[in-house]
């Protein structure tokens, strides 16, 4: 299921500041580390309504990946 353009880029957005937090990171690294993600292309495309995930449990998918 693909969740509306709008409400996906405001998810991003919370999904990046949050890591950035977490990580102690700037905002532009964050953002760089989201986009060149496969969790960026998961959602991109709407595998398995990983969309509908809380943004905490996003963020923890995105540090294991990077941690990878």
């Known amino acids: 299921m693909m969740a509306h353009p709008v409400l996906l880029q405001k998810?991003?957005?919370r999904i990046v500041?949050?890591?950035?937090?977490?990580?102690?990171?700037?905002l532009d690294r964050a953002l760089d580390i989201f986009y060149h993600s496969n969790l960026y292309k998961m959602m991109r495309i709407g595998l398995g309504d990983i969309h509908c995930m809380s943004d905490g449990y996003l963020v923890d998918e995105l540090s294991i990946e990077v941690n990878k």
Do not use: G, M, V, W
């Not at 500041?17 to 700037?26: C, E, G």
């Open 11 to 13: 998810k991003y957005a």
């Open 17 to 26: 500041d949050l890591y950035a937090k977490t990580k102690k990171i700037d």
